[in-house]
């Protein structure tokens, strides 16, 4: 009994991507690189204040380097 615990623990567990080495992000990692819940990134992006993603088949990806560059001159205003 207690290894298929085990066993179904393993399989729930969630894969997070290593922030430092990834090029692209995704919008689920974006909150922790930008500090805002999902639906304000979202406001932002209508009003031109965060640049749009960009599509790779129907999934939204900003380039973890504009998105740091962004953060990098939000920090210095």
């Known amino acids: 009994m207690t290894v298929i615990k085990q066993e179904e623990k393993k399989e ?3 894969y997070k991507r290593d922030l430092n080495v990834t090029k692209v992000l995704r919008m689920k990692e974006l909150p922790d690189v930008v500090g805002a819940k999902p ?3 979202y406001t932002w992006i209508r009003e031109g204040k965060f640049p749009a993603p ?6 939204s990806i900003w380039s973890k380097d504009v998105v740091d560059n962004w953060v990098e001159e939000k920090l210095s205003a």
């Open 12 to 14: 729930k567990q969630v």
């Open 39 to 41: 639906s304000t990134i």
């Open 54 to 59: 960009k599509k790779m088949n129907r999934i």
